[in-house]
C-alpha cells in the first residue's frame, strides 16, 4: 500500500513568494495532521483535520498560513507570503481514526527553503 | 495539557553497548506512549508503543520500552548498539479518547560509535 505521499520534497522560494505544500494520506485515513520540524522548535503540530474537518489549528503561527482538505484524500498547505523564518520541514501524517491507538503514518517531508 | 521530556539531546555509545534513551511524560489521562525514530531526510517511522496492555513493550529492531507509571517514563533501550540505529529518536504521547493528536519530544541524536 501507498504511504503518506508529499510534495515537492524541496522547494526553495524568495521570500514575499506563495508556497503551498500537498498532502495525500493513507487511503482510509480519517485524520490528517501537518508538523513543522525545525532545529531550534523540534517537532510542532500545526493543525489537524478529522473527517476533512479542521479540529485544532491553534498551532499555525499567523495569518499566513492556511490549511485545507477538500477532501479525504488530498490538503494543502499555503503559506502566503513566505517569510525566511518559515523554513523547516514540513510533515503531514495520517491515522485511522476511530478507535484506535492514534499511530500516526508520517510522508516524507517537504523541505521548504525561503531566500 | 500532555507533554514529553526527553532527557538528553545528544546520546553517543559504542557499537555494541546498552542504548538507553529516557522519555518522561505528563498526561492528565491514562496516556498513549509512542517511539518514533527518524532517519537522515527521511519521515518518521514507528518503533514501538504502548497502548495500556503489557508495560514492557517491544518493537521493531530490538528496541523494547517499559511503562513506568509511578516514574511517569517510557524509557527505550536496546541491549546491543548497531551502527544502523544511528538516527533521531523522538517520544510521543496521546491523551486518548477521540484527540489523536500526538505531542512529541524535543528529540534525542543517537550516535554508534564503531
Given amino acids: 500500500d501507498a504511504g503518506v ?88 501524517a495520517s491515522t485511522p481514526g476511530g478507535a484506535n491507538t492514534g499511530e500516526l503514518f508520517f510522508g516524507e517531508g517537504s523541505r521548504l527553503t525561503v531566500l | 495539557a500532555q507533554s514529553v521530556t526527553q532527557l538528553g539531546s545528544h546520546v553517543s555509545v559504542s557499537e555494541g553497548a546498552l542504548v538507553l534513551l529516557r522519555c518522561n511524560y505528563s498526561s492528565s489521562v491514562p496516556p498513549y506512549l509512542f517511539w518514533y525514530v527518524q532517519y537522515p531526510n527521511q519521515g518518521l517511522q514507528l518503533l514501538l508503543k504502548y497502548t495500556s496492555a503489557a508495560t514492557l513493550v517491544k518493537g521493531i529492531n530490538g528496541f523494547e520500552a517499559e511503562f513506568k507509571k509511578s516514574e511517569t517514563s517510557f524509557h527505550l533501550t536496546k541491549p546491543s548498539a548497531h551502527m544502523s540505529d544511528a538516527a533521531e529518536y523522538f517520544c510521543a504521547v496521546r491523551s486518548g479518547g477521540s484527540n489523536y493528536k500526538l505531542t512529541f519530544g524535543k528529540g534525542t541524536l543517537l550516535t554508534v560509535n564503531p
Avoid at chain 1, 522547494?11 to 485524520?31: D, Y
Avoid at chain 1, 520540524?37 to 503540530?45: A, F, K, V
Avoid at chain 1, 474537518?53 to 488530498?74: H, L, Q, T, W, Y
Fill in chain 1, 5 to 92: 505521499i508529499q510534495s515537492p520534497r524541496h522547494e526553495v522560494t524568495e521570500m514575499g513568494q506563495e508556497v503551498t505544500l500537498r498532502c495525500k494520506p493513507i487511503s482510509g485515513h480519517n485524520s490528517l495532521f501537518w508538523y513543522r520540524q525545525t532545529m531550534m522548535r523540534g517537532l510542532e503540530l500545526l493543525i489537524y483535520f478529522n473527517n476533512n474537518v479542521p479540529i485544532d489549528d491553534s498551532g499555525m503561527p499567523e495569518d499566513r498560513f492556511s490549511a485545507k482538505m477538500p477532501n479525504a484524500s488530498f490538503s494543502t498547505l499555503k503559506i502566503q507570503p513566505s517569510e525566511p523564518r518559515d523554513s523547516a520541514v514540513y510533515f503531514c
